[in-house]
T-cell receptor
Framework: KAGVTQTPRYLIKTRGQQVTLSCSPI?????VSWYQQTPGQGLQFLFEYFSETQRNKGNFPGRFSGRQFSNSRSEMNVSTLELGDSALYLC?????????????FGPGTRLLVL | DQQVKQNSPSLSVQEGRISILNCDYTNSMFDYFLWYKKYPAEGPTFLISISSIKDKNEDGRFTVFLNKSAKHLSLHIVPSQPGDSAVYFCAARGWNRDDKIIFGKGTRLHILP
């Protein structure tokens, strides 16, 4: 069974630009969550999508948005990039009904904002 | 406000000895706790969990202890092996499935030969 895939793996952008990251969940998983990992803040929850609907949202500004498609693939978008957005962005998929133990993470997309 | 705290950024332990990673939480509504392990260039992987109705859960070399009155949990790894060198994240969630999972900042464990 293929794992969670994230594209691209690495990305360099400049301040003010916008970026779209993609996440393909494990087959059969309908829940996708996004996290931001930085050295100073650890792993912070961005949002969760289930059946194309945002089910939960973390404390991030409106520049961070996401969506989920009917095939459960998800994208997150960050507009007007700031230097502080440099981080590892992780997505995780799960069956949701199975609880957090069924949550599997992808390898992440490392974003560098210059 | 950090609801899940891992106060030790790093920990070094001799191979074969016990590794103890600690985690404190502030939200008394947390009902379910998890530990994840992360290697460089990989996403975190689920390690072990415990619900608030238990005070101990064991899985092979890994044991998690929960002290609800102290709002403290710990992960014991016995015996420690070189492959255990990684970053360990403590995480917590309320009883409601819709509650988001809150992670700590992680502790980097180094297993020394």
């Amino acid at each position: 069974k293929a794992g969670v895939t994230q594209t691209p793996r690495y990305l360099i952008k400049t301040r003010g630009q916008q970026v779209t990251l993609s996440c393909s969940p494990i087959s059969g998983h309908r829940s996708v969550s996004w996290y931001q990992q930085t050295p100073g803040q650890g792993l912070q929850f961005l949002f969760e999508y289930f059946s194309e609907t945002q089910r939960n949202k973390g404390n991030f500004p409106g520049r961070f948005s996401g969506r989920q498609f009917s095939n459960s693939r998800s994208e997150m978008n960050v507009s007007t990039l700031e230097l502080g957005d440099s981080a590892l962005y992780l997505c995780a998929s799960s069956t949701r009904t199975g609880g957090p133990k069924t949550q599997y993470f992808g390898p992440g997309t490392r974003l560098l904002v210059l | 406000d950090q609801q899940v705290k891992q106060n030790s950024p790093s920990l070094s332990v001799q191979e074969g000895r016990i590794s103890i990673l600690n985690c404190d939480y502030t939200n008394s509504m947390f009902d379910y706790f998890l530990w994840y392990k992360k290697y460089p260039a990989e996403g975190p992987t689920f390690l072990i969990s415990i619900s608030s109705i238990k005070d101990k859960n064991e899985d092979g070399r890994f044991t998690v202890f929960l002290n609800k009155s102290a709002k403290h949990l710990s992960l014991h790894i016995v015996p420690s092996q070189p492959g255990d060198s990684a970053v360990y994240f403590c995480a917590a969630r309320g009883w409601n499935r819709d509650d988001k999972i809150i992670f700590g900042k992680g502790t980097r464990l180094h297993i020394l030969p």
